[in-house]
């Protein structure tokens, strides 16, 4: 399975922004769906994760508080809302289905979309 991320940008620090996660092959809302991201020079990581139904989530500590994954399954949609953007948010963010239950991605890497964050 492979998802498409989008609504990257260039933002200012302390502003928001809301990425979208959709998969135009199948239906996400049978699978649990994680946002990772990699920055320049830097192994990728895990930021947040949801289960299928929506009700489980989880969140690295670097975003916990700041960021928010929410998923709308009536539209196939993953969302990951980031409030109070910090320059080492800046990234290439990604979403894949992750292993349910765990932060392990399960599905192959789409595009990304980028988030810069200006200070």
């Known amino acids: 399975v492979q998802l498409q991320a989008s609504g990257g940008g260039l933002v200012q620090a302390g502003d928001s922004l809301r990425l979208s996660c959709v998969d135009s092959?199948?239906?996400?809302?049978?699978?649990?769906v994680g946002w990772f991201r990699q920055a320049p020079g830097k192994e990728r990581e895990f930021v947040a994760s949801i289960g299928w139904s929506g009700v489980i989530t989880s969140y690295a500590d670097s975003v916990k508080g700041r960021f928010t994954i929410s998923r709308d399954n009536a539209k196939n949609t993953v969302y990951l809302q980031m409030n109070s953007l910090k320059p080492e948010d800046t990234a290439l963010y990604y979403c894949?289905?992750?292993?349910?239950?765990?932060?392990?991605?399960?599905?192959?890497w789409g595009q990304g979309t980028l988030v810069t964050v200006s200070s």
């Open positions: 092959g199948r239906t996400l809302r049978s699978y649990a």
């Open positions: 894949a289905t992750v292993v349910s239950g765990t932060r392990v991605p399960s599905g192959s």
